[in-house]
């Protein structure tokens, strides 16, 4: 999701500065996006204690996404990212925990005065819990590790996922006046109603797994580029 939404930021790019100098109705904006998402892992960190993991606090934690959008008579179609990410040891191993949603993302953008741009947001897509395992081998060369890799496994859970969001965008004339550098803020929460079976990066269905969040609440920050006349 993180590479459509990468490509789809530059194609909007390039087009934005092309928009420069030519009465357009329409337009869009593309561009990086800091997300937090507030985490409760409270079934897994039974997992993790049974382990000998120090368990994962509830609370905000930190990701990085992208986004993409492009408008249409106000209607404002495209996609988003948002994840988190942290990290908990045993005493020799560590677990990086990921989650992470994309989503298709509709919306309908209003300007009530100069600059400053509103759109709230309804999101199709999925979210993504995983874990990636290893070994804690310390500092060591790099040689050592095209010899001896060791043992990484990565296991994940995906599910359906709806996304609401409102945000704000405002907007400074960049390099032109039908071009544009902004910032966009916002903030939603992501539902996702089931889960699929955990399972490792090639296939294999990991059994007994904990059940993760019904939804989780989100916020994000968007450094943009962007064109057109809205």
């Known amino acids: ?47 993790l204690q049974n382990a000998g993991y120090s368990t994962i606090e509830k609370g905000f934690y930190f990701g990085k996404d992208g986004i993409g959008y492009g408008i249409f008579n106000n209607v404002l179609i495209g996609g988003s990212g948002v994840s988190s990410q942290i990290t908990t040891e045993s005493g020799t191993n560590s677990a990086t925990v990921k989650c992470e949603g994309g989503y298709f993302d509709i919306g309908y953008l209003f300007s009530p005065i100069d600059y400053v741009s509103f759109f709230p947001v309804l999101g199709f897509g999925s979210m993504n819990y995983s874990l990636d395992l290893h070994p804690s081998i310390g500092d060591t060369n790099f040689d050592s590790l095209l010899v001896n890799p060791g043992r990484i496994s990565t296991i994940s859970n995906s599910s359906f996922s709806i996304s609401f969001s409102g945000n704000i965008m405002f907007r400074l004339p960049f390099p032109g006046k039908y071009s544009f550098l902004g910032l966009v803020i916002g903030g939603g929460y992501a539902l996702t109603p089931s889960f699929g079976s955990w399972k490792t990066s090639d296939g294999s269905v990991v059994n007994q797994g904990p059940t993760m969040p019904i939804g989780v609440p989100f916020a994000k920050a968007s450094v943009v580029f962007g064109g057109g006349i809205f």
């Open 1 to 47: 999701m993180k590479t459509k939404i990468s490509l789809l930021t530059l194609v909007l790019f390039g087009f934005f500065f092309s928009l420069n100098g030519k009465e357009v109705t329409a337009g869009g904006f593309g561009g990086f996006t800091f997300s937090t998402i507030y985490n409760d892992y409270t079934n897994l960190n039974t997992n």
